[in-house]
T-cell receptor, first 111, second 112 residues
Framework: QKEVEQNSGPLSVPEGAIASLNCTYSDRGSQSFFWYRQYSGKSPELIMS????GDKEDGRFTAQLNKASQYVSLLIRDSQPSDSATYLC???????????FGSGTKLNVKP | SQTIHQWPATLVQPVGSPLSLECTVE??????LYWYRQAAGRGLQLLFY??????ISSEVPQNLSASRPQDRQFILSSKKLLLSDSGFYLC???????????FGPGTRLTVL
């Protein structure tokens, strides 16, 4: 079983719609959760972090965490073509110093 | 503010040749440092991480090695490259006791 699992996509949404990206993790001891965006040929850049159950909003982005279900999601409101990228979910387990990444979900936002 | 550098940006090497990739971090002290590899269309594979000078942990057995000769310098090496070593190599750092990783710009390696 993989530490962090994501649907590889691609997920296609029209411009202006809400994009919903999902991630599950296997270790209940996981403490910190992150979403990174990676444009083709570029390195990942941090979008959001979340540490406690519930929602965390930052501009058009909302991260959602449900530790009981071991589930993390990212919602992108008013999706723009510039949001087209691969989104990586990452988890920092209790045995710190190590981060586990999902394989990423490719998002296509169509004009 | 902190900055992370990697070089070279791109590299084309023949099979069997040596490799040296360098990563440096500015604006912080005693960071945790990481090397990842990303094959085309794939996720990130953790190769090595370091919590201090001379302290290297290896995650995947392979023909690669890592060294940390200075506090903010992390080097990835190989004596003989394989075709399977091709990929996008990413260096990352985090604060000691911190829980967020930040990535460098990466090195795209092609082994022919």
């Amino acid at each position: 079983q993989k530490e962090v699992e994501q649907n590889s996509g691609p997920l296609s949404v029209p411009e202006g719609a809400i994009a919903s990206l999902n991630c599950t993790y296997s270790d209940r001891g996981s403490q910190s959760f992150f979403w990174y965006r990676q444009y083709s040929g570029k390195s990942p850049e941090l979008i959001m972090s979340i540490y406690s159950n519930g929602d965390k909003e930052d501009g058009r982005f909302t991260a959602q965490l449900n530790k009981a279900s071991q589930y993390v999601s990212l919602l992108i409101r008013d999706s723009q073509p510039s949001d087209s990228a691969t989104y990586l979910c990452a988890v920092n387990r209790e045995s710190f110093n190590k981060f586990y990444f999902g394989s990423g979900t490719k998002l296509n936002v169509k004009p | 503010s902190q900055t992370i550098h990697q070089w070279p940006a791109t590299l084309v090497q023949p099979v069997g040749s040596p490799l040296s990739l360098e990563c440096t971090v500015e604006g912080t002290s005693n960071p945790n440092l990481y090397w990842y590899r990303q094959a085309a269309g794939r996720g990130l594979q953790l190769l090595f991480y370091s919590v201090g000078i001379g302290q290297i942990s290896s995650e995947v057995p392979q023909n690669l090695s890592a060294s940390r000769p200075q506090d903010r310098q992390f080097i990835l090496s190989s004596k003989k490259l394989l075709l399977s070593d091709s990929g996008f190599y990413l260096c990352a750092w985090s604060e000691q006791g911190g829980d967020t990783q930040y990535f460098g710009p990466g090195t795209r390696l092609t082994v022919l």
